[in-house]
């Protein structure tokens, strides 16, 4: 049988990866070893979960130090600009850049690193100082696996180290892209995986575009993480409603929250409020907070300090709420079920959110989006949300038929009641759902079955 190594690195590659069941089909002609990331020596992880409850046949931990890491960041930020440097994406990042970084004197030493010419320059500089990392090159050695399967964000413990390690030691690596931002937002800077696996034919075209991925290696198979929206919803109506304990006879509305700090309790009384005096529509909404939300930012209140007549809050995700507000801390997220995700955005009319890729889940569901970016928000969200809207991603989104915008709170009724028209229009429903295949790609055989046959073509 043969050998398969799937590098983890993060809590998320988990709930997409292992949890989603996108990797089972592999399971069962391979022999699977998982190899998670730990690094004791630091008090910050990038795995939290226990892998023990994963139930895996095989996995095994493998130390990088969080430093390393942390160096190879010093190479892919001013490779970010410079990939995106002559590109509509540039100006969007430059600006994040300026946002992020701890000081003017950063941001201008990436700046003048990112230059032509200058880039290169320290990129070789860079490498040759950084070397291979000899203890993973002399396990891969030993261990000699025919095949790497690497679920990454582009960033992160291995895949800089993979893609240097991997072709002195002929082994085929494969790269499943994690998010629809990675191409344009992150940048692996040493070199590219065998096959890079994209979600769709827009993460397709930044591969080629942002990171010069040649394009004969880039394989579509969609989203790992959404492979069960592929399945109908066979609960009915009423059945759904008693699940996520919302009144019958009203339109749902879905409150989807921002994995970015943001004063989200506003947001939710003040349309509370208005489903009240009646200046929008009646409608129920439910409040599903982001899994990787954190604490109350200052000056947030609780939800369960609003008393909200209108709005209550996912019943799947309240333990998660109430852990996370209650310590103002989180260490790792929720492992939120994409199952119950699927029923919820079968049951919802529409999506409302500061930003998140659950506006794009809406879409694919026919679901049309609101997106707030209030201009007087006070948090660090008000700050970081009209830049990240400008990340290419996002801004490709917003170009989207059915999705808008509202910068004046003043202007939410009549948004809102345009949210509502375009809920009930089918035609609209039929073009958000196409627009949606641009970004996540259903066609083709499930996930598993797909990266299965890549990977026989890959060792045959």
């Known amino acids: 049988m043969k050998k398969a190594f799937i590098f983890i690195d993060f809590d998320m590659l988990i709930r997409h990866f292992i949890l989603s069941g996108s990797l089972k089909e592999l399971e069962k002609e391979y022999d ?8 004791p020596t630091s008090p910050k992880k990038g795995i939290y979960q226990d892998i023990d409850h994963l139930g895996l046949k095989n996995y095994i931990t493998f130390e990088i ?15 970010q600009l410079h990939n995106l440097r002559g590109t509509h994406a540039y100006k969007g990042m430059l600006d994040f850049h300026r946002f992020v970084a701890p000081n003017r004197k950063t941001f201008n030493k990436r700046r003048l690193l990112s230059l032509p010419g200058v880039f290169q320059l320290y990129k070789k500089r860079f490498l040759s100082k950084m070397g291979l990392h000899q203890p993973l090159f002399d396990f891969l050695r030993e261990n000699k696996p025919d095949i790497i399967i690497h679920p990454t964000i582009l960033h992160g413990y291995f895949i800089n180290e993979l893609n240097l390690i991997c072709p002195l030691l002929n082994i085929p690596l494969v790269a499943l892209m994690n998010s ?5 937002s992150k940048a692996s800077v040493t070199g590219f995986p065998d096959v890079l696996v994209p979600w769709g034919e827009q993460t ?3 591969a080629i575009d942002y990171m010069k991925m040649p394009a004969e290696r880039i394989k579509m198979f969609g989203a790992a993480q959404m492979q069960h929206y592929r399945s109908p919803v066979i609960e009915t109506d009423e059945e759904l409603r008693a699940m996520f304990k919302v009144p019958s006879g009203k339109p749902v509305i879905l409150y989807g929250g921002t994995s970015k700090s ?4 506003d947001h939710l009384e003040l349309l509370d409020n208005a489903i009240e005096d009646g200046t929008i529509p009646p409608c129920h909404i439910i409040y599903r907070p982001h899994p990787w939300r954190g604490g109350l930012v200052e000056g947030e209140k609780s939800f369960y300090e609003l008393d909200c007549k209108h709005v209550t809050i996912d019943p799947f995700m309240e333990a998660f709420y109430k852990k996370v507000t209650g310590r103002n801390q989180n260490e790792g997220f929720d492992f939120a079920d994409y199952e119950i995700t699927k029923k919820l955005l079968h049951l919802v009319d529409a999506v ?3 930003l998140s890729t659950i506006l794009l889940e809406g879409m694919i569901f026919g679901n049309p989006g609101l997106v707030l970016f209030i201009d007087d928000e006070k948090s660090y969200a008000g700050t970081v949300l009209p830049i990240a809207k400008r990340v290419i991603h996002f801004k490709d989104l917003l170009k989207q038929p059915g999705i808008t915008e509202c910068h004046d709170i003043k202007e939410l009724p009549e948004l809102f009641r345009q949210l509502f028209n375009m809920s009930k229009n089918d035609e609209m429903r039929a073009e958000l759902k196409r627009a949606s295949s641009k970004i996540v790609n259903f066609e083709g055989a499930p996930y598993g079955e797909q990266l299965l046959s890549l990977a026989n073509e890959l060792t045959a």
């Open 32 to 39: 699977v070893t998982y190899v998670f990331h730990t690094d």
């Open 65 to 79: 130090p969080r430093v390393r890491m942390g160096r190879w960041a010093d190479l892919s930020r001013p490779a």
């Open 180 to 184: 629809w931002d990675n191409p344009a």
């Open 204 to 206: 397709r075209q930044h």
């Open 262 to 265: 943001v004063m989200e309790s």
């Open 352 to 354: 409302i959110s500061p």
